[in-house]
């Protein structure tokens, strides 16, 4: 086997690694970010359900308001 076939044998070899180290770092940049995603959005949650609510009422309070106003 000659010397330049063993190189470019090595360089395959350890560009392998590199990427296989790459694509597991990045899976593991994506779990995490998936849990922080999940996270938020549980504590998140119980917030937007309440302005959610207090919006529903706000509305409501204004076509209460806007009918007592067509009335007068």
């Not at 330049?4 to 360089?11: E, G, I």
């Not at 392998?16 to 940049?29: E, N």
């Not at 995490?32 to 937007?48: K, N, T, V, Y």
């Amino acid at each position: 086997m000659s010397s330049w076939l063993l190189v470019w044998f090595l360089v395959a070899a350890l560009s392998s690694v590199a990427v296989l180290a790459c694509l597991i770092a990045l899976v593991g940049q994506v779990r995490r970010l998936g849990r922080a995603a999940r996270r938020l959005s549980d504590e998140l949650g119980p917030l937007l359900e309440e302005t959610e609510r207090a919006g529903r009422r706000a509305a409501e309070r204004g076509r209460r308001a806007e009918a007592r106003g067509r009335r007068r």
